[in-house]
C-alpha cells in the first residue's frame, strides 16, 4: 500500500475513556498478546491460519466498540473465524473480558486503527466486512475523517472476494446518503436493497449495540445498507 492510502485516515479521537478495573487491565497483559494479529509478519496465504480451531471462512468487523455484534457472530457460527479492530482500550477491555467468559476460539484481534491491518490482508480473503456505527464526524471539516472515502472502498474491495459483503449501519442520515453516494459509484460494489424495508430494516441475525439501542431510545432511525463484491471485470487487477 502506497504512503497516500497510509495517511488517507490517520486515527482521530481519544484511545482511553474510564479508568480499566484490575481484571480487564491484567487481560491487556495475558489474553490480548495471545489473540492479537501479529502484521509484522506476513500474512498467511490462507487467513484460516491464523485461528486455533479449524474455520472454513473469515470476516472482519471495524471498529466492533465493546464487542457486542462480532462476539454474537463469533458464536452463533464457529466455523466462521473473525477479525476484530478496536482502537479504544475501554471497548477492548470490554470485548476481551466476553471473549474470555464465553471460550470464544475463533476471535482475533488487531489493538489499533484498521488501516494497517487492511493493508496486511491479502487479497480476496474476507467473506465479509462490518462497519457498524461508525462515527459520522458530523461536521462538513472533519468529512476527510470519515472511514468511508472513495481510496478506502478499493482496498475493502481488494480484500473481500467476489460475491462478499461490506455491511454498514449508521443513524445519521447525512452519512448514509455519503456512504450510499461513495459506493454507488464504485465499480466494484452493487447495493443489494431491493425495496425501502430492505435498508430500514436489520438484515438477519444482527445484533444490537448499546450505541444501537440508545439510538433507538432517542428515535434515531437506523439504516442498513449492504454491498456485494461484484466478480472481477478484465481491468481488475489494474485498479490496484
Known amino acids: 500500500m502506497g504512503s497516500a492510502l497510509r495517511n488517507a485516515r490517520a486515527f482521530f479521537g481519544r484511545r ?42 473469515v470476516a472482519l468487523e471495524i471498529g466492533f466498540g465493546g464487542g457486542e455484534a462480532m462476539l454474537a457472530q463469533a458464536k452463533a457460527n464457529p466455523q466462521i473465524g473473525f477479525l476484530g ?16 467468559a464465553e471460550g470464544l476460539r475463533n476471535v482475533r484481534l488487531h489493538f489499533d486503527d484498521a488501516v494497517s491491518l487492511i493493508a496486511w490482508l491479502p487479497d480476496a480473503s474476507l467473506v465479509r466486512i462490518d462497519l457498524i456505527h461508525p462515527d459520522p464526524w458530523p461536521k462538513r471539516r472533519h468529512w476527510k475523517r470519515r472511514f468511508v472515502q472513495d481510496e478506502m472502498i478499493e482496498q475493502l474491495a481488494r480484500i473481500l472476494r467476489p460475491g462478499g459483503e461490506l455491511r454498514f449501519v449508521t443513524d445519521v442520515a447525512d452519512y448514509a446518503a455519503w456512504t450510499l453516494q461513495h459506493l454507488i459509484r464504485s465499480s466494484h460494489f452493487d447495493w443489494t436493497a431491493q425495496c425501502a424495508d430492505d435498508w430500514r430494516n436489520p438484515w438477519p441475525g444482527f445484533t444490537a449495540t448499546r450505541y444501537h439501542a440508545k439510538a433507538a431510545r432517542e428515535r434515531r432511525s437506523s439504516c442498513f445498507f449492504v454491498f456485494r463484491r461484484r466478480r472481477a471485470g478484465p481491468n481488475f487487477s489494474e485498479s490496484f
Open 16 to 57: 482511553k475513556g474510564h479508568k480499566l478495573r484490575p481484571r480487564q487491565a491484567g487481560l491487556f497483559e495475558t489474553l490480548l498478546p495471545r489473540l492479537a494479529i501479529d502484521i509484522a509478519r506476513p500474512a498467511p496465504a490462507e487467513l484460516s491460519a491464523l485461528f486455533a480451531e479449524p474455520v472454513r471462512s
Open 85 to 100: 479492530v478496536e482502537p479504544f482500550v475501554n471497548g477492548m477491555a470490554k470485548a476481551l473480558a466476553a471473549i474470555q
